[in-house]
């Protein structure tokens, strides 16, 4: 049953809209009720407006924590037009109907996203009486328009204009579908910060997880899947979902997935220029340097062929040295803090070129969850913000004290490898360091480390002496150099020797590892008898 719309409450915290929404009713008739801060901004731009405390008969109390939970609003709400028994209630207890709730809620999600939010202020975000007037009015969705999106407002005076004054039911659906959706999550974002504050560290059951901004990409993985991007409320922390978009054509679903990847990995570098380089998610080039543009050349040349193409996210704003580098170079995606004007005038001669300014500053991983859906479910656990849990050389040979901070770049870059993941690392510069070989996602650690890691480091050797870096040496010379100051990482133990004894068939002499296999003593007696340096770091990163 389609009623013109006689009366409306109006109570928002985000006031974009509003005064235009309220002249609009008011034009068209519409009685207007409001509260507090909306009724003081209705009123001063010369609309006609109620309190809500004139048509209660009860004062606003318990600072504004109490002013619309009464029966006077909730019966208005809530009675079933036309139904006689109802009719009657209502008439008795002199009570009038309410046709219309525009309301949002307290800013819960954008106050516990700042950085110095204390638990008191987010508590007093909660709120309490609106949700419980958008339920009452969505329940009523027969015959009560329930708004909570200003996106909405003019879509709500054009069907009152179509429709004599009315809404249709319809039309009263499907906002009362998304009152529903918007307080299921306001109530999920309560839940997710109460259980970060849970005592004993673990997230309580049920875990609660609604995402209402949705954004329809062009397709999934592959053009035949329909796909969408769900966003949560942008947080304090960097993330490429909340990127803002300075160039370049609409991002796709794989794009997102290795914006992410790299975004996650050149965390671990920030604090100086670095570059992370990835390719199908996994970073093909992970390097530091003086410089980003530095950064960028070293981590390149780790693999030349699998950068084409590729998602690179960096540590510092692009400058115009960076961008002279990446700019006559096929990438899909740069994400960066910031870009200076000259970088943007050299980049965006690129029209698919897609830069992505981050919207928060760029730190390392905070502690938080990552998600999984499985079929019939969605596995969480604890971010891998971790790198090593101890150090212990177990093998005769030991490591050079300089190789510490190049033994702390291999793991951070390791544990964004997929499984079973092995990587060589060289210190290619005082301070800077680079991938040299990478081997990622073999059914087999053998397989990683000979035909993938070891292969792929002795093409960039290759490059690399051909562009005159060898100096006086030869091609086997220059390698058996650059191949002994390697470390290769591996992201867990090695089950059999047969990996130490590939790793020295190709002159390597440092190898670090988690350790914890049932042949850890094999494999210590075969870089023994090798002479290679080995360390337990006791602390696995499979990534799959």
Known sequence: MNRPIQRALLSVSDKTGILEFARGLHEKGVDLLSTGGTAKAIRDAGIPVRDISEFTGFPEMLDGRVKTLHPKVHAGLLYLRGDEAHEKTMAEHSLAPIDLVCVNLYPFEATVAKADVTFEDAIENIDIGGPTMLRSAAKNMKFVTVVTDPADYDRVLAEMSENDGATTEPFRLRLGQKVFARVAS?????????????????????????????????????PHQPARLYREAPGAEASVAHCEQLHGKEM???????GNAALEAARELVGAPGAAIIKHTNPCGFATGVTLREALEAGWAGDPVSAFGSVIAVTTAVDAEAADFLAPRFVEVIIAPDFT????????AKKNLRLLKLHAPFEAARSGQTLRQIGGG???QSRDNETMASWKVVSEAGFPDNMAKLADF??????????????LVREYADGRFQTLGMGAGQPNRVDSVKKLAIARAHENIRLMHEAGDGGDLDLEAFTAKIMGECILISDAFFPFADNIDAANEAGIRFIVEPGGSVKDDEVIAACDKYGIAMAFTGMRHFLH
């Open 186 to 222: 306001y109530n999920a974002a309560i839940a997710q910060y109460l259980a970060a504050h849970v005592p004993g560290g673990e997230a309580p059951a049920p875990f609660v997880l609604t995402l209402n901004d949705c954004m329809p990409l062009r397709y999934g993985e592959n």
């Open 252 to 258: 796709s679903y794989n794009n997102y997935l290795d």
């Open 341 to 348: 004007a000259e970088a943007l005038e050299k980049l965006t």
């Open 378 to 380: 969605l596995l969480v």
């Open 410 to 423: 291999g793991v951070k870059a390791c544990k964004h490898v997929k499984s079973n993941a092995i990587l």
